[in-house]
């Protein structure tokens, strides 16, 4: 875990990073947003346990805490979910119903604690709004980005993360070129199937960010970016034509275990 930091004077990050080994480095981000009913945004991941819940500690009160709003059920946001929820006894857990399903599978998820979320349907936390939004890619049918009306910030779960070739605290500390590099290949890995788009079509779905011109994009996979999205969004617009991402295969694997043992 990195130290969390504040992005504005509601919201702050709780960062850390996991490193890709070849690659760089992929950003994975939770966050509280501290509404008149404060919300934790995911969970961070699992091999963070304890550092995750003092990060926590050190922004709220996990007793204060009111919401859980889970964007997916993917391991790097659910890691810690459990021990959350154990801390927050208040909190209700927002998800897409799907994700509650698949949990389930897993562990005993708390049916009468969770709260059903479909895009396009909203909770009122008191003081704003929290309107959940599909991002425009996405690698779980369950995901639920949010919009919050008071701060303009999206909160675009996978959508717009990059692998970066070092942590960054800010989006702008990135150097442009790979920025654009690391958001590419992170989209063409995490969603393979934007290959199979249309891009005129693909691109009315980045209309519809556009609309929303958010002031600040929080993805769980990338550092903190203010007044970027018309940037990111032509970025994106080129990823269906982009050269798909092939995956490191055995001969690669192997490669690896060689140079780390030649190395060791
Ligand atoms: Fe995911
Ligand atoms: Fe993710």
Known sequence: MDK???VTPD?????????IPGMGFLPINAFVIKAAEPVL??????MDSEEFMKALESVIDPQDLRWVWLTHDD???T???RKVLEAAPEARLV????AVLRMSTAWPVPMDRVYWLNPGESISVGDRKLTAVRPPLFDNPTTIGIYDEKSEVFFSVDSFGAILSSPAQDADEIREVDLSRGMSIWATAD???VHTLEPNKFSQGLDKIRQMAPKMILSTHLPPARNKTEQFLKLLADVPTSEPFVAPNQAALEQM???MKGGG
């Open 4 to 6: 969390p930091h504040q």
């Open 11 to 19: 919201i702050d990050v709780l960062p850390a990073h996991f490193p």
């Open 41 to 46: 945004v995911d969970t961070g991941m699992g």
């Open 75 to 77: 391991a790097d946001h």
């Open 79 to 81: 890691g810690n979910i």
């Open 95 to 98: 998800a897409n119903a799907l």
């Open 191 to 193: 969603n393979p199937w």
């Open 257 to 259: 275990l060689g140079q």
